[in-house]
Structure formats: structure tokens, C-alpha cells
């Protein structure tokens, strides 16, 4: 069965020290999850924030101006302006999509992986123009000596995959665009199959099918390829809308464990919950089996109720040595929290 | 100035033999162009095809199953189904995409340049689960004793980028994937470029951001990254609503010589031109020139009426020991043309 700490949300918005004076953070969810190398349990945060705003008739964009290398904020009025702001989260302008918060990443570091001290400043922040409007969903896979970011790179470019590598989990070197826009839910496989890197990742085909799964291979990487679809949202409702890669796959003794998301479209609202499956060691596109039903579903009122209803989503899970998996989960795109199952069991639910 | 094949359209639906008895060729244009080793010009065609159908309450969709290798003919009832089957050339079916014509490629030979040997059947047809809706835009270029065929695999799965290689131009082994849907115009530059292969590509972020040129660099062709938006719609008119890369580059002593398609969004129809730029021969990044206008728009009656009014769209050209570019072009998704323009005027026109 699988346990919800009994603190959850760990993180919550209040918590976090926001990137300036004039902002307020909004949420702290969807954390990469890993080990560092002295043993204590590292999160990466998705942090977002917005500008404190008192004029109820204003809209104000974040946005990070690669060519002056400043953060600027774009003001609307929303009375005169005859845009539509009835979506919190974003708004069109002239065909454009704004968002009203940014995201930056944030590491955090914890001994016992539920207690954790949150860092006073963020660890990427938006740099690109790729990144105007933000950087989301974090993963980090350790390879050999090297941890491996991966993150949703948000612009007016669309949502591309950008990668960066760290030695020490404080310093990440940016390594550009590993795949397209619009694609999300990168997840690099701990280490080389046949030779190569392998990843998940969710091309957005608007229209054309529903998100799903696709593999890709890299030999260095930084350079693709090798694409096929590997999973897609059919098999049933509570993920017949779409599917994600959540937490890097974790090796076991049975095969490759790899945690996803799942989305149930019901009505108008869209319900996240989690799913696992177990891969073929040598051959990560042979699924050996599927969980029949989700491991995680909304269910608490901090993941039914929040900025965004009935989200469980994971970015990462923590393999401990006492046998059992920590699955770190945003919930409600506002907060973190921390569940456990046996590796066992797990694996049982997901044959 | 550009001149115009007298004879165009020099390639016509009716010149095209159907892959079936129950076919019929709708369309033949888009064609790569390439010099073949013994000195002729090769094209490889765009061929549209569709079932014959003397029900008008039905339409029929061709569409590749993958599992059975079976090309399929499925059935609706226009009146009885619900459908909304105003378009022509798609309609949908619980969401999903179908086309009503298939498109596969086609090699056609010349000794002139102008006058085209077709072959009886296709070169590519559809035979993977990501071509189940066909096979479009081929480009090709010459990498050394090889030649690189880019196309783009249409399927439920999105437009997938595929690439194949080939000795002889008759027979081409496909390498897979190599860019991840939405993508389409695809163009590798015919060497390796500080040691990376080097290809432009245009995903498509729908409603994030008009479809724009993008670079990406490879050690293998096969696998892709280094990823940077290249070259945006936002010059002038005749290209603000999107551009592509058309024919792949052409070395010329200024530099890298680009002919590319521009749209210009004007009331309920897209209007098609080309135009062309020149680039650094050491950094393609680096735009050393642009072209004012259009070197080519639709004028003739063949390139403002036909099956999609006001296209003309590169897919190759061909510099010649001459002195000139011939420049063959899709006119209205339906038949292939030639216009031949002087490299020296061509490259005064990119400045």
C-alpha cells in the first residue's frame, strides 16, 4: 500500500524565498528527485512566482528579455485592453501566448528526505530565449559522475527540451535543446543501453493523436534519434487522455520501473494520477507489464484542491536502501509531497 | 530575371501511372532534384493519389496498416455519419485526422533538364505506422558517393521528418526518425560543416508561434540536436506568415546560396513564394543576406489555380556548369514546374 507522509504537503509556496523583492511565489511542485553523492536527498524544485500586483484592473507578465539580459514586466490593462483574461494561469495577446507566473528551478537538500532547507536563490533561473517565460518540470538523472537536468525551456518558441549537467547538484552548465517544441516530460535512463543514452520524452502534436510516450537514443547526449512512439494513452480511462514519463527509471532486479503520469479527461476538468510499468532491462522498448490501476490518485484535499484541482505529478522517486521507493509528487501544481511503497509491491502492481 | 519553363507544367497528374487499378493520381509536384552520377537530373515526386469513387455520399480514406502491410480503404457515409466533410482534402473523425488522397514519392529522369522519364511505380511508397497517411516533400542531397532523402511521414502520429539513404537513387534504405512531429522542410546542407552535418527544419508550435526556420547539427545524420530557431517570419509581407527552408543549400563562392518558401496570410487564402537568402560558408548561422522581395510568385494560371490556389513551393534546384539555377517547383499541390534564373542575379537578389 502505498503511504502519504503524514506532513504532506513537505513544500509548500511559503516556504521558499522568492527571486526578488517585487515577486510572490505562487508554487513549489514538480521537483526533480536524487541522491548526491554525501548521501543527503536532493530536490529540484519548480518554483514559480508572479509579480505583487494591487491593481485589480492590471495584468502583469514576467518575462525574461534575452537581449538585455533583465526580467521584464509587460502591463496590461484589463478594462481598455480587450483581452481575455478569464484563464489565471495565461492570456493571448494578438494570437501570443503570456503567462501570468514564471518558473525557475530550485534545489533544496534534506538527511532524512522529508525535512528539507530550501536554497534563498534560484539554481536555474530563466537565461535564454528559450526561457522567457520560464523553466518547468525538472528531471535529474545521475550518469557515472555527472547529474543530468532536463527541463521544459518555455518561450514564444514553444516548449523545447533543454539539458545541462552538474558535478556538485549547485552549479548546472546549460547543454542547449535536446528535443523539439512542443515536447515535455524528458527522462534519461540512468545508463547506457546497448551502448547509447536513452530517454522518454512527449512530443505535442496538436489535433493530430493524443500525447504519448516516445523513446529516442543519444550517443553523446546531446544529438537524438532512433524516435518511436512507445506508449500511447489508450488502455484505460484513468489514462486515456494522455501519458508522460514522471521520475527517471529506477533499475531493479525485474527490470526497469518507470513511474507515469496519467490524464483522465472527464468534463471539463483533466485528472493527473500516476501509473508504473516494468521494462525489459536489455530492451527498455519491451514492456514486460502495466499496472492495472493507478498507484496514485487525487485523493487528499491538498491534491484535489488547489491551482490546479485533482494533479498528482511526478518528477522524480528515490530508490532507499531499507527497500522502499520515495515518490516525491507536486500536487495541484502548488505544493510538493512525499508517498512510499515497497519496491516489492510496486513491482507487483506494475506486472 | 527568372524565367519560366515555356512548357510548364512540365510533370501533370495525368503523366503519373497510379500505384493501383483503383487509384488516381491527383497531384504530382514537390519534387527533389538532384544530379544523378552519370550527369542526368533525377526528381523525386510528390504523387498524390486517391480510390477511385463513383459514390458521391462517400468518402474513402487510403490509409497504410502497418500491422496487416495492407494499404486499407476505409469507407464513410456522408450523409449518415455526422461528419463535417467540407474540406476536401481531410475531414475528422472523433478527433482524428484523415486524409482523402495518399502521397507517395516517384523517381522521374531527364538528359535536359526539362523533358522527365517517369517511372511506372513508386520509389517510396507508405510501409511504416508513422506513413499510414502518406509520404510528402522529399528533399534530397549529396553527401559524398550518397544521397540523403529527407521526407515527411504523415501518419495519426503527427508529420514525422524520416530520412533514407541510397546509392543509385532506385532503391533507399530508410534510417528512421530524425526529427520529431510537427516538423516538415527538411533541408541538409550537402557537406559537413565544421565537422557536424548540418540541416535546417521548421516545427510547428501551434498558436505558440508562426512556423519558423530552425538549424540543428549532427555527427551521424542520424541523430539531431543543437537546436536554434534560425530564421522567423517577421521581414515583410509576402513571408509573415511563415517560412521553410525549400531547396536544400547550394555552395556558391559568396557563400551558401537558400531558396526558401515564405506565406503571406492575406483574407481566407495562403499565398506561397519563394525568396533567398545567403549564409556564411563557414557559419550557416550567420545571415549575410536576404532577398527584398520574392524571387518567384504565383503569376500563371498554373500556380494561382488548382488544387490549392496561389502555391509555389521548392523542394530543389539544380546549379548548372552554365551558370544557372534551375529552380523546380510544386505549383498549386498539383503539378511540377521549372524556372531557371542566373546564379549571379540569384546571389544579387540574396544581398
Known amino acids: 500500500m502505498i503511504l502519504r507522509e503524514k506532513t504532506n504537503p513537505i513544500i509548500k509556496p511559503a516556504d521558499i524565498v522568492p527571486s526578488r523583492e517585487d515577486f510572490v511565489v505562487t508554487g513549489a511542485f514538480n ?25 485589480p484592473n492590471q495584468a502583469i507578465v514576467p518575462m525574461f528579455n534575452h537581449e538585455t539580459g533583465e526580467l521584464e514586466k509587460k502591463i496590461f490593462e484589463k478594462e481598455s485592453s480587450g483581452i481575455d483574461f478569464s484563464d489565471p494561469r495565461s492570456f493571448r495577446v494578438d494570437g501570443k501566448l503570456h503567462l501570468t507566473s514564471m518558473a525557475h528551478l530550485r534545489g533544496a537538500w534534506s538527511d532524512d528526505g522529508v525535512h528539507f532547507e530550501i536554497e534563498k536563490s534560484p539554481t536555474v533561473f530563466p537565461g535564454t530565449k528559450y526561457e522567457a517565460y520560464g523553466c518547468e518540470d525538472p528531471r535529474i538523472s545521475r550518469l557515472e559522475d555527472k547529474y543530468i537536468l532536463t527541463y521544459s525551456a518555455v518561450s514564444e518558441n514553444g ?32 545508463e547506457k543501453i546497448n551502448g547509447h543514452y536513452v530517454a522518454f520524452h512527449r512530443p505535442i502534436t496538436s489535433g493530430w493523436c493524443k500525447n504519448s ?55 471539463k476538468n483533466e485528472k493527473y494520477s500516476l501509473g508504473a510499468m516494468l521494462l525489459d532491462l536489455k ?45 516525491y509528487y507536486g500536487a495541484t501544481d502548488e505544493t510538493l509531497c512525499l508517498a512510499q511503497i515497497e519496491e516489492k509491491e510496486l513491482l507487483n502492481n506494475a506486472l
Chains 1, 2 share one sequence.
Not at 533543454?162 to 517544441?181: N, V
Not at 524516435?227 to 531493479?252: D, L, Q
Request: proline share 6%.
Open 31 to 55: 521537483a526533480a528527485a536524487t541522491l548526491a553523492k554525501d548521501g543527503r536527498t536532493y530536490l529540484m524544485l519548480r518554483v514559480t512566482e508572479k509579480p505583487i500586483n494591487n491593481d
Open 159 to 190: 516548449v523545447c527540451s533543454s539539458i545541462a549537467e552538474s558535478k556538485d547538484l549547485k552549479t548546472f552548465d546549460r547543454k542547449g535543446i535536446i528535443f523539439l517544441p512542443n515536447n515535455r516530460n524528458i527522462n534519461i535512463f540512468p
Open 213 to 267: 510516450m516516445w523513446i529516442a537514443y543519444s550517443p553523446d547526449l546531446i544529438h537524438w534519434g532512433g524516435y518511436k512512439r512507445f506508449f500511447t494513452p489508450e488502455m484505460s480511462a484513468w489514462c486515456s487522455g494522455k501519458v508522460g514519463a514522471g521520475a527517471p527509471p529506477i533499475k531493479t532486479d525485474k527490470g526497469w520501473l518507470v513511474i507515469y503520469h496519467g490524464v483522465e479527461e472527464s468534463g
Open 283 to 327: 530492451d527498455p522498448e519491451n514492456i514486460l507489464g502495466n499496472c492495472q490501476k493507478p498507484i496514485l490518485s487525487p485523493e487528499e484535499a491538498y491534491e484535489t484542491e488547489g491551482f490546479v484541482d485533482d494533479v498528482v505529478f511526478t518528477c522524480g522517486a528515490i530508490k532507499r536502501d531499507n527497500g522502499k521507493i520515495d515518490i
